[in-house]
């Protein structure tokens, strides 16, 4: 079974950066697609993008749009969210998976975490004002 481990978080000020690295161990995910999700406390957990298992398309989050990148290595059985421009409302633990739907189904991507499995432990993101 694949373990996924995700690490990058910390606490950086507003308008600073940050790269989420989630390694997967145990197996492949190489095709399977990916997800990045994000919990605040006491909020419910809510997507932040998704990527294709090919790397070729992703989809993101209005409120994250043209701030975060989502990319993968599959050599290296990794993916990555790039966060930029990270404002107080980032602060969260962010969660990568794998989704769990075939890769030909519609639509391409999903932001339901129950379509996800394979998740990690999360790690921190802190952004302070």
């Not at 996924?4 to 600073?16: H, I, L, R």
């Not at 602060?91 to 739907?101: E, I, L, S, V």
């Amino acid at each position: 079974q694949v373990h996924m481990v995700e690490s990058g978080g910390g606490s950086v000020q507003a308008g600073g950066s940050l790269r989420l690295s989630c390694s997967a161990s145990g197996g492949t995910f190489s095709n399977r697609g990916m997800g990045w999700f994000r919990q605040a406390p006491g909020k419910e957990r809510e997507f932040v993008a998704a990527i294709l298992w090919s790397g070729g398309g992703t989809y993101y989050a209005d409120f994250v749009k043209g701030r975060f990148t989502i990319s993968r290595d599959n050599a290296k059985n990794t993916g990555y969210l790039q966060m930029n421009s990270l404002k107080p409302e980032d602060t969260a633990d962010y969660y990568c998976a794998a989704d769990r739907r075939s890769i030909f189904s519609s639509p391409l991507y999903s932001t339901d975490p129950n379509e996800y499995d394979y998740w990690g432990q999360g790690t921190q993101v802190t952004v302070s004002s």
